[in-house]
C-alpha cells in the first residue's frame, strides 16, 4: 500500500486550501471547526486529498460538485473511495447542493458518523 502522505501533493494540497468553495468555507468554518473532533482541510493521503479529515475519527468528508456526477467521474470517485477505506478510513460523499438545501441535516450525519466511529 502507498505511504499515507505524498509529497509531490503538498502544493495542490496548499492551493486548495487557499482557494475552497463556497460550501467547503462553510462547512468548514460554520461546523467542523467547533466540532469535538478536530478536523483537517485538504489533507493529503496517499495519492489523493481529501476535502476533510479527522485522524481521531478516522472519518473523510468529501464535498462532491456537479463535475462528481459527469461521466467517469463516479467510477474514479469509487476507487478513490475504495482506496481510503483501504486505510481504514470511513468516507462520506456529501453533494454540495445538500450543503445550501439541509445544512443542519449535513452537520448531523456527520456528528453521528463521528461519534459512531469514536465507539
Request: hydrophobic letters at 35%.
Amino acid at each position: 500500500m502507498q505511504p499515507k502522505h505524498n509529497k509531490q501533493l503538498a502544493p495542490l494540497a496548499k492551493q486548495l486550501q487557499k482557494e475552497m468553495t463556497k460550501e467547503e468555507r462553510r462547512l468548514g468554518h460554520d461546523f467542523l471547526c467547533t466540532h469535538s473532533a478536530r478536523f483537517s482541510r485538504q489533507k493529503i493521503l496517499g495519492r489523493y486529498i481529501a476535502d476533510f479529515y479527522s485522524a481521531k475519527a478516522k472519518l473523510v468528508i468529501e464535498l462532491d460538485g456537479s463535475q462528481h456526477y459527469e461521466d467517469g467521474n463516479a467510477e474514479k470517485d469509487a476507487q478513490r473511495t475504495a482506496f481510503l477505506e483501504d486505510y481504514g478510513l470511513t468516507v462520506l460523499r456529501i453533494p454540495n447542493n445538500e450543503i445550501s438545501q439541509n445544512f443542519a441535516g449535513v452537520c448531523e450525519h456527520i456528528d453521528n458518523a463521528t461519534k459512531a466511529s469514536l465507539v
